[in-house]
């Protein structure tokens, strides 16, 4: 399948599942996810109407960034060293991967130094997993509370990326207590937006939507990768 039809048949299934949920589809963000893709190919999903990349890599990220249109919206969805921050910030719009102190203290430094706010969403690994960064459920709301305080970062959610499984049902979970945590910090801590959640990716979109994500990353779904 072309990319055009990939993209249409994503969409179809967006639609669908908010709609199961009694959401607007128009409310949920799609970010291409440009892993391993040239930028020729990403030029042709950006031709069809989607505004939104993201990148994992800080190198890939940099290559990519010169060449293609100022008005993207560039996301930066993998773990982020604190030696790197200096060379994104600036330049994404948001960071996905707060995952740590340290990181935090680094982003806010850098923003500060460069005269801007960093959009940022805390990683939670919900499930517990070793083989994944993020914060546990139990310290989220702690770190969310001091992150807050930061200056040069703007909170904006959270993102969690769901086990790897054959059927999506099983990790549903996951992403239902990924929005009753948002919530919660939302309720509890004075002023904190947490109005993003980052959450469904090719294997189990349809069931973040329909558990209230209003960001997917996608990749192999659109790009066949």
């Known amino acids: 399948m072309s990319i055009q039809e990939n993209l249409e048949r994503v969409r179809k299934r967006i639609n669908a599942a908010a709609l199961r949920a009694g959401r607007d589809p128009e409310e949920i963000k799609l970010v291409a996810v440009t892993k391993k893709t040239s930028v020729e190919v990403i030029k042709e999903v950006l031709a069809l109407g989607i505004k939104s990349l993201g990148e994992n890599r800080v190198q890939d990220f940099l290559v990519k960034y010169p060449q293609l249109s100022p008005d993207i919206e560039w996301h930066f969805i993998g773990h982020l060293q604190s030696n790197k921050v200096k060379k994104i910030i600036g330049k994404v719009s948001l960071i996905h991967s707060l995952d740590s102190w340290t990181l935090a203290e680094v982003v806010s430094r850098a923003a500060c130094e460069a005269g ?110």
């Open 116 to 225: 801007v706010v960093a959009g940022a969403l805390l990683q939670v690994n919900i499930a517990g997993e070793l083989s994944k960064y993020g914060l546990s459920p139990d310290e989220t709301e702690a770190f969310a509370g001091a992150a807050a305080g930061l200056p040069g970062i703007e909170l904006r959610g959270l993102m969690t990326i769901a086990p790897e499984c054959e059927d999506p049902e099983e990790v549903r979970y996951v992403f239902r207590q990924a929005r009753e945590l948002a919530k919660r910090l939302k309720d509890n801590i004075p002023g904190i937006k947490m109005d993003l959640l980052s959450m469904g990716m090719t294997g189990d979109y349809e069931v973040a939507v329909e558990e209230g994500s209003n960001i997917l990353r996608l990749g192999t779904a659109l790009f066949g990768r």
